[in-house]
Every structure is written in C-alpha cells, then in structure tokens.
C-alpha cells in the first residue's frame, strides 16, 4: 500500500492543523514500516520553501517514507477543479501512482484511480457565517465536494461529523471520528527553572490567567478582555492575563472591546511562540481561560489539562467532548457566568488541586499514538 499524504499544513502557523498533520506523520513513522508513505507539499512562495527546508529536519528519515513538492499554488488547482470543473491536471501528476491520497487540508483532489480521504476539521463558516462571510460560497463548493465524492472522511469529533451530515447530508458510514492527540511533552513540569526562564522571556510575572490557540474572531478573545477587565476592576485579582497567538489579527479584537489603560498594562500578548515555550507557561499559570464560539475539537485546553492546568471552557460544538468533566463548562456569551466560574477556582486551593487532577487524567484519554493507528486502520479499510 502506497499513501499520499498531504504535509502543507506544517509548512503555515504552528496551529492545531500544524500539530495534528506533523505529529501523524510522525506517529505513523513509528507504528508502522512496512507500508510507503510520501509526504506532499505545496511550495509555491518564498516563505513556504524557507518552512519545508526547517520542518524537513523534523520528519520521517526511513526507508519508506519520501517527499514530492510541486510550485503550483492550491488556489490555482482549486478554481481548475472547483469553479471550472476541469478534471486535470489529475493529483497523480505531481504525486505519481498511490493507493490513497490523504488531504489534511480539507480540500479534495481530482484523482483517477486512487483513494481519497479528507480530514473534516470543523464546520465554523457555515456556523458562524456573519463571522466569515467572505469565504462562505467557496467553501460551500469544496465541502460538497468532499461529501460526494471522498471515499472517506476523517472527522476530529462527534460534533463535527454531526454538522456535516447536518449541513450536507452525508452518508454517515462514509464519516470516521477520530479524536486529535496531545504529545508527552505537554505533562507537569518538575523543573522550575525552565519554567522561570520561559516567563521572564515573555515578560510574564505570577500569578497570570491564560489563553492560547489562533487569534481569530470565533476564538471570542474579546469577551476573555471583558472579564478580566472585570476581574480586575471588580475583584481585584492580582492576576495578569496572558494571549498566546500570532499577533497579525489582533487588532481586529481588540477594535471590539473597550479596554482602559489600567487593563490594558496587566495583559500580556506573546505573540507566537515555541512549542518549549508554550509548554512552560501552561505550567506556570493559574488558570488556563478558552471561551471560542465553536471548535471543531479544541487542543489548547487539552494541552492545558495535561499540564495540570485548571480549565474553563466554553460548552459550545465540541468542546465538552474533550473536557469532559474535568474542567467549568460555561456559556461563552454570559460574562457574569464565567466570572463567577473564575472565582471560584482562583478562590478555593481544594477546588483548583481536583480540576488538575482530573484534567490530568482526562487528558490520557487522548494520545497521537491512537489517531495514528486509527488513521492507519482508515487506510487499510481502503485497500
């Protein structure tokens, strides 16, 4: 059996696609050496090439494991594919002859005779449609697309294969979930040190509530403001509130929410950062704050929980599948709720010490390990 895999998204932001496209190529590596697998990348810019030389050093150098690139852009192969119908040039050209071809970018090649299977991330667009708007006719053509004629579909939770059967009335059977993972490196932290030395990288002093994940409008980062502007003001926590996130949309949050200057000297935005880093300040905070709209699965705060981080967390999409009862599910719209949620953990050292240790322990639930040899099962299932 010879699998294509789309690598792309390792080459963009090192976001939750980022994670679940290297961390299963990378498991899969391990589990299995017996089947060919090649990694396909779309390097049509400076910056892309620049990322493929960096992420080369980090994937798979074994014997059945090989790359192929093309500098065509993906748009360009959408609009031959999607807006005119055209059937070539077929995937197979730049790939050359595979069993399966595995897009991790939910897109869905034109191909002849080999296998597709499309990993379905999340349904934010057609959810929150006044949010993106902009992208909504196009999307609408892929997604199709995928439900037709994908021979199958990767699902990362229940919910989201919920809303696609919803949405575009898919076959069920043609729908697999498989569950994202979280990586042993995100675990309690003995070393003080390091955890030290991460904060005063970032400027970052103790006690500090955090949130990290892609900056975007869904993430509903301006309410995460509000409250703590409200904690402050109200309450008077000693807190900081710390933003892990590329910074490029920023702006546009922050447009959003009246924030005084007082507020505005206690929050600290990171930017983006290592994966060393990331890990040392989940350590370090109190309280780890995710209040998005709508997830497709939501890695952050299960990265959270396994660094024994205490979560509160949106009750939205699928968020209460990856939490569980390991963390405070509230509304994301209804500010005194998460305030009051806040407050109490930060409040009672009992209640703060039981939520970690259930996070802890929900989090080994979720393993890359399992997504890799759950995919692999998808593949087999194929040929």
Excluded at 110 to 129: A, G, N, Q, R
Excluded at 158 to 181: R, Y
Aim: proline residues 4%.
């Amino acid at each position: 059996m010879k699998v294509c895999i789309d690598g792309s998204p390792i080459l963009g932001l090192q976001s939750g696609f980022y994670r679940y496209v290297s961390e299963l190529i990378k498991n899969i590596a391990l589990i299995d050496v017996y089947n060919d697998y090649q990694i396909f990348f779309f390097l049509f810019n400076k910056n892309m090439r620049k990322n493929f030389r960096r992420e080369m050093n980090k994937l798979p150098n074994q014997r059945n494991f090989s790359y192929c690139t093309t500098l065509i852009p993906r748009s360009v192969l959408d609009v031959l594919w999607n807006e005119f119908g055209f059937k070539f040039p077929r995937i197979e050209l730049f790939t050359g002859k595979c069993d399966i071809f595995h897009s991790t970018s939910c897109w869905l090649p034109e191909v002849k005779k080999t296998k597709t299977v499309v990993t379905l991330y999340d349904l934010t667009v057609f959810k929150l449609p006044n949010l993106y708007q902009y992208s909504l006719k196009e999307s609408e053509k892929i997604f199709k697309k995928i439900s037709l004629y994908a021979d199958k579909i990767i699902a990362i939770s229940e919910n989201t294969k919920k809303d696609f059967i919803e949405i575009f009335g898919t076959d069920p059977q043609k729908i697999i979930v498989i569950p994202l993972g979280v990586s042993e490196n995100f675990r309690p932290l003995q070393n003080k040190e390091r955890i030290k030395s991460a904060l005063q990288k970032y400027g970052i002093m103790c006690p500090y509530l955090l949130h990290t994940g892609t900056i975007l409008l869904h993430k509903n980062l301006q309410t995460v403001i509000k409250v703590f502007g409200i904690l402050k003001e109200k309450f008077g926590i000693p807190h900081k509130l710390v933003i892990v996130g590329e910074k490029k949309r920023l702006n546009k949050v922050l447009y959003q929410v009246e924030i005084s200057p007082y507020i505005f000297e206690h929050i600290i935005f990171t930017g983006q950062i290592s994966q060393e880093d990331l890990i040392s300040i989940y350590n370090g905070a109190d309280l780890f704050i995710f209040l998005s709209l709508y997830e497709g699965f939501g890695l952050p705060p299960l990265e959270a929980m396994a660094c024994g981080v205490p979560v509160v967390v949106s009750n939205v999409s699928s968020l209460p599948e990856v939490v569980g009862a390991a963390g405070i599910l509230v509304n994301p719209l209804n500010i005194d709720e998460i305030v009051d949620a806040i407050i109490k953990i930060i409040s009672d050292m009992k209640l703060k010490k039981e939520l970690s240790e259930k996070g802890l322990k929900r989090a080994k639930e979720f393993s890359w390990q399992k997504t890799a040899i759950e995919t692999l099962s998808v593949y087999k299932e194929l040929c």
